[in-house]
């Protein structure tokens, strides 16, 4: 892909602009990457007109055309796979093994929404009056999917593959920061497997517009349900703005993640996981380990051996593989984490390793001392940054994993899998993996966490209907009969 290209949006299988654009820029070398269309309300409007007017065909399309298209995207973007690894690392800064396993990833997400047609059940219950009383599963009609910037092929397959799986039409708006990873690419390799006009759209637009957009794909009465990933805050809004009109919404947001390591745990397990959970893509995600929490007996073997391996993270431009730790994705996220770390360190906590950074990229950093009253403790910092939390007890390691207002995802090293057990019962996160860290997915399992941390299911993407069928035996008051 060129960096100068012009894009345009994909909206009724046509490519169109708008007339106005604006940066999308390139996170590791700060420099223009490409010029993208600014869409506004009115562009949301047409898209969101352009799905409903599909919709119906695409309900009552036989499942296995709809399941065959899924899976021909699957093979296109397989097939295109260099292609997408080498936008995800300029467009998000993604280091390059992280594009390769995203990429790589995503056909099977495509595979598995394709696999999700055949599971449209529904229930036969009894009757008092002799009725055949059927619940069948409908698709919503339209579904908006706002996606995000951190995982974006990933996250917005995911948002958008079972909602149209099931009979939904869709428009999608990626993050301003990724709107060619996480939209228009997608939607080429839809109009490549000959998707009909209307059933997936793609609007892409500037953060100026972004509540213009946003509040149009949230609000338009065609609009019946909404699949949105990124922070709480925001996914508060939309919960609530959703809930006012009625209407599903499907959440994945933030996390404030724990890896529990018991003294029984295997050293090397711990430390893999822990390297892995805590700076894949530089802590930019949503299940990133935060809080290490291990027992004391342990804990300074641990925290000698995982500096000495942090120690060996190059930082660095992204598309070179020895570059483990890449760019922060803008400004703004580079200065949060700053400011969580500065503010701690001023309450007292004790910075092992880090707390620097030159340009885009921050030095991966582990803090130790932490307390309640530092916003390190609870906020998300989504950067590569951790606490280690020593222990005396699991009670004491289960108080400070739950200690949170998120309730995502958990990870628990341990030789016991009986004790891994009992501890993953008493976490209040949505998803539990023992001897693992708590990065973890897998494409045909519901995602999402408790508390603010959202949920998602394939059955927030269908409703619902009662159907009966009478059979002779309902009998009306007698003065309803007409008398033979």
């Known amino acids: 892909m060129v960096s100068d290209k012009e894009y345009k949006m994909y909206i009724n299988g046509k490519w169109v602009n708008n007339g106005n654009t604006f940066e999308d820029y390139n996170p590791a070398t700060g420099a223009v990457w490409a010029n993208i269309p600014d869409g506004d309300k009115k562009v949301a409007i047409n898209a969101i007109d352009a799905a409903v007017s599909a919709q119906a065909k695409w309900a009552t399309m036989p499942h296995t055309e709809r399941a065959g298209i899924l899976l021909k995207v699957a093979d296109i973007l397989e097939k295109r796979n260099a292609d997408f690894v080498s936008v995800l690392v300029d467009e998000s800064g993604s280091w390059i093994g992280k594009a390769m396993f995203e990429a790589g990833y995503v056909p099977n997400i495509f595979r598995a929404a394709a696999a999700s047609v055949y599971q449209m059940t529904g229930e036969i219950l009894p009757s008092n009056h002799g009725k055949v009383n059927m619940l069948v599963r409908k698709p919503l009609g339209v579904v908006s999917v706002i996606s995000p910037w951190n995982f974006p092929l990933l996250l917005s397959a995911r948002g958008l593959s079972f909602a149209l799986a099931v009979g939904n039409t869709v428009v999608l708006k990626p993050s301003e920061e990724t709107p060619v990873s996480g939209g228009l690419l997608i939607a080429e390799l839809f109009e490549e497997a000959g998707a009909p006009d209307g059933v997936f759209n793609v609007v892409t637009c500037s953060l100026k517009n972004v509540e ?36 599903k919404a499907t959440l994945e947001l933030g996390g404030k993640n724990s890896l529990i390591i018991l003294k029984d745990a295997d050293m090397e397990l711990a430390l893999n996981a822990v390297n892995f959970g805590v700076f894949l893509h530089q802590g930019q995600i949503c299940m990133s380990v935060e809080k290490i929490i291990i027992d004391e007996a342990i804990a300074d073997e641990f925290t000698k051996r995982f500096i000495e391996k942090i120690k060996t993270f190059k930082v660095g431009e992204p598309s070179g593989k020895s570059n483990v730790i890449g760019p922060i994705i803008n400004k703004k996220q580079l200065n949060k984490i700053n400011e969580l770390i500065t503010e701690a360190v001023q309450k007292g906590a004790k910075l092992l390793i880090g707390g620097k950074y030159e340009s ?76 693992d860290s708590s990065v973890y997915d897998e494409p045909h399992i519901p995602f999402g966490g408790i508390k603010n941390s959202g949920r998602a299911s394939v059955e927030a993407f269908t409703e619902l209907q009662w159907l009966t069928l009478e059979r002779g035996g309902q009998h009306y008051p007698p003065p309803f009969i007409i008398a033979h």
Request: charged share 20%; hydrophobic share 40%.
């Open 360 to 435: 885009a990229f921050y030095n991966p950093t582990i803090l130790t001392d932490i307390k309640p009253n530092m916003r390190i403790y609870y906020e998300e910092t989504f950067g590569p940054v951790a606490s280690i939390f020593m222990v005396k007890n699991i009670d004491e390691a289960v108080a400070i994993a739950n200690d949170s207002k998120y309730g995502l995802s958990a990870g628990i090293i341990t030789g016991d899998e009986k004790k891994g057990m009992e501890i993953a019962e008493r976490l209040q996160t949505g998803m539990v993996h023992i001897n």
């Open 212 to 247: 213009k957009v946003g509040s149009e794909l949230i609000s338009n009465p065609h609009i019946k349900g909404i699949s949105f990933t990124g922070s709480s805050e925001i996914g508060r809004q939309v919960a609530s703005k959703a809930g006012y009109l009625l209407k």
